[in-house]
């Protein structure tokens, strides 16, 4: 579904990102593992849409996307949930879901009953501004704003970073069963192992930008894996 194939990224004079390759299939979730700033956010940004690489080709769906801006790209199914969540605290969780109305045509611009049943807190605190959530809250309500575009495919930019072990639960749960309904493939970069590895299926390792492993879980070396993202 999506095929990153050997894209070269630079800011400025500094390479960010090596012929990197990776790709993500429906119903599965790779994840996308490696320290800091070896490049896992431009990864997921030149996916997005937000960075633009110099070299190398990303297809989604058998067609080019290298050109497209990011509003096309949410627009034909891809979504994106940043790193460090960036809700509008100032909007309600409500007016939060709804800014992901944008993507969508005019009958879709409802919010699913699902979504709230992933995320019951959501409803209970729908009038509240989104900056009185908790950091745990926050990332729910990030993902939730995310679904509400109809994603085909989900990226998720460290969505444990912060966040109370009992929510880290609850959003390992969503994500298991997003990827378990079948009909979304799943990027997902993380830096905590554990909940990275029981949630993937496959494994891109990056360091100093360039991809140093990767495969399907239950054919990588989990110890190589784990060696690479520990500090
Ligand atoms: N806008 C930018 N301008 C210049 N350099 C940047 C920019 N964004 C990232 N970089 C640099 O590119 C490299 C990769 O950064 P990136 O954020 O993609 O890494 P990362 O693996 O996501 O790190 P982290 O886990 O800390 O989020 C780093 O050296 C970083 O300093």
Not at 106 to 116: G, S
Not at 130 to 148: K, P, T
Not at 169 to 187: E, F, H, N, S, T
């Amino acid at each position: 579904m999506l095929e990153i194939n050997d894209i070269d990224v630079y800011y400025g004079a500094s390479q960010a990102l090596k012929k990197v390759s990776t790709r993500a299939d429906k119903g599965k979730i790779t994840a996308v593992l490696g320290r800091n700033g070896v490049g896992k956010t431009t990864l997921m940004q030149c996916v997005a849409g937000h960075v633009l690489p110099v070299d190398g080709s990303i297809s989604w769906q058998g067609k080019p996307i290298i050109n497209d801006p990011a509003h096309l790209r949410a627009r034909h199914g891809i979504a994106y949930v940043p790193q460090g969540r960036q809700i509008f605290p100032l909007l309600t969780v409500q007016e939060n879901l709804e800014t992901g109305y944008a993507c969508v045509s005019r009958k879709h611009r409802v919010i699913d009953p699902e979504i709230f049943d992933l995320f019951p807190v959501l409803h209970d605190m729908r009038h509240r501004r989104g900056g009185d959530l908790s950091g745990g809250q926050q990332q729910q309500l990030a993902i939730a704003r995310a679904l509400i575009t109809r994603p085909e495919l989900l990226i998720l930019d460290e969505p444990t970073e912060g966040i109370q072990p009992s929510i880290i639960k609850d959003i390992q749960q969503v994500i298991a069963m997003l990827r378990d309904r079948g009909d979304m493939a799943i990027l997902l970069v993380e830096q905590y192992f554990e909940f990275a590895c029981e949630l993937a299926d496959n494994f891109t390792v990056l360091d100093r930008g360039e991809v140093v492993l990767e495969g399907e879980k239950d054919k990588v070396n989990l110890e190589q894996v784990r060696a690479h993202i520990m500090v």
